[in-house]
């Protein structure tokens, strides 16, 4: 998995670990810090994924469609990759920010 953890000292929404794990949709970021679950995911899920990952090691842009957003207070995810696990560096600690 991509990417350096950085901490905020007591930051409750990583524990202070400077990373975030959970399981569900990818949350946007890095597609390589995600792993979608083989027998949750249809082929289709899979190979959107894997060829994210692969744009993303020759340094393009992710696809903004993937990933949660927030619009006007609401969490909305679109996600091609279906659900799995994941371990992207917490957002308030990236920034410095307690959330």
Known sequence: MGGVAVSTPE???CNDTGTVTGYGYFPGGDPRTFSPDPEMNTPEEMAAWEKACAAYEQDETPDQRDGCVWIRGVKITRCRFGIGGYAAPCPFCE???QP
């Open 95 to 97: 920034k410095g920010e």
């Open 11 to 13: 930051c409750d929404w």
